[in-house]
């Protein structure tokens, strides 16, 4: 039954044996050797072997394996608090210990040692098993449960919940994301009213507060498929976005109920919620879809319709070189970026206003393109037109993901 010890490792746990140790720590030290059993079962067979005794005080560990039951009855309580399904134990040990560990094995010359910290997750966790109803998981767990080892006291590390949908803007007033206040960058003040922001809410509080407070989450994020101006309106196919909700205790959501709520309001409309996973808001940050966008343009001069109609057609699948827009200069690198209008369809022309659909290539600044920008963009439609063009509105129709 002992074929597993060969002379090597003998001498290896025999010197190791002369500290004094518990048979946690004794099997430890060839954890690599001989499979299929506990490290105490390994230490009491070497300790067997070798006619040593086991120390009642153990040297290294100073018996934290006995505590084993303390710390998982601390981690099944501390996992009651929120939902999972599964959940993995992990632990800070003293320094001293971790330590007098680094020493002895470089005293005994082991290399098929393995860590106390390793051993008493492993330990710890098959004790909580028969106290909660949930699996170990080693690779995606939703709840991490740190033992602090001194003080029995244990922390949740809960994995975020992320719900992916569509989303609407139907205000011109309310920016996707929160916007703290200039003046106290969140803080509350007197230019703010004490709210810490910008605007009083946001398409990501819309979203994120209602589904904050169904998981019971610490706090929302929100990742959207590239932004809209505050008065553009997201209309069409809406916006793909990827909500992350911080430490829920509620895993169970009902997509149904919360895409309910949301659509109760005026400002801001789902459609199409999931549960999505982490490498989605990666996937999100990194799309550059085509759009499609609505512009209300105030043209300053007469233009008949046919001259519209003549200009429109000319548009379709023309580059164009932006020069960065003086309106976001101060914010970004001054280049000139060629991209590209797909396609441009005239919906209406009144006395001095035409109504424009156009579909650009991700990153096209429309606005711009309209304006010309004072030269910045070329070529554009006002000169295009031969009239000075600004847009009314402009709103995102489709976004071509
Ligand atoms: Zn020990
Ligand atoms: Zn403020």
Redesign the pocket.
Same mark, same amino acid.
């Given at each position: 039954m002992s074929e597993w010890i060969d002379d090597k490792i003998k001498e290896i746990a025999d010197r190791a044996a002369e500290k004094g140790l518990c048979a946690h720590c004794l099997g430890r030290v060839v954890a690599k050797a001989g499979t299929g059993m506990s490290n105490e079962e390994r230490g009491m067979e070497l300790a067997d072997i070798l006619g040593k005794d086991l120390s009642s005080t153990c040297w290294l560990c100073k018996n934290i394996f006995n505590n084993v039951p303390r710390y998982a009855q601390a981690v099944a309580d501390a996992l009651f608090t929120v939902e999972s399904d599964n959940f993995l134990v992990g632990c800070r040990v003293e320094p001293e210990i971790i330590e007098r560990e680094r020493l002895l094995w470089e005293e005994i010359g082991t290399e098929l040692a393995e860590s106390i910290k390793s051993e008493l997750n492993r330990e710890i966790g098959k004790a909580v098993l028969p106290l909660v109803d949930r699996a170990v998981e080693f690779r995606n767990p939703q709840v991490v449960a740190v033992v602090d080892t001194r003080f029995a006291s244990v922390e949740l590390d809960v994995a975020p919940l992320y719900i992916y949908g569509r989303y609407l803007k139907l205000s011109r007033e309310i920016p996707q994301t929160v916007w703290p %206040?200039?003046?106290?960058r #969140?803080?509350?003040?007197? %230019? %703010?009213g #004490?709210? #810490?922001k910008m605007y009083s809410t946001s398409v990501q509080e819309q979203i994120g507060d209602p589904a904050k407070e169904l998981v019971d989450a610490s706090e929302h994020l929100f990742h959207g498929m590239g932004r809209e101006d505050i008065d553009a309106l997201m209309l069409g196919n809406g916006r793909p976005f990827v909500l992350e909700l911080k430490q829920p205790r509620i895993r169970d959501i009902d997509l149904d109920e919360l895409e309910r709520i949301i659509n109760c309001s005026e400002l801001v409309q789902v459609q199409g919620l999931r549960i999505a996973d982490r490498s989605e808001v990666a996937a999100i940050k990194a799309a550059t879809p085509n759009k499609e966008y609505r512009a209300v343009v105030r043209v300053e001069g007469k233009v008949n319709k046919e001259r519209v109609n003549e200009v429109a057609k000319s548009l379709a699948n023309l580059y164009i070189d932006q020069r960065t827009p003086s309106r976001v200069s101060h914010r970004r690198a001054d280049l000139v970026r060629r991209r590209r209008i797909i396609s441009a369809e005239i919906e209406e022309v009144r006395d001095d206003t035409v109504v424009l659909r156009l579909e650009t290539e991700a990153g096209t600044y429309v606005k711009e393109f309209i304006s010309g920008d004072g030269g910045r963009t070329v070529p554009n439609l006002s000169d295009a037109l031969g009239v000075p063009c600004r847009v009314e509105t402009l709103d995102v129709i489709g976004i071509k993901d």
């Open positions: %206040c200039r003046s106290c #969140g803080k509350g003040c007197p %230019c %703010c #004490g709210t #810490g």
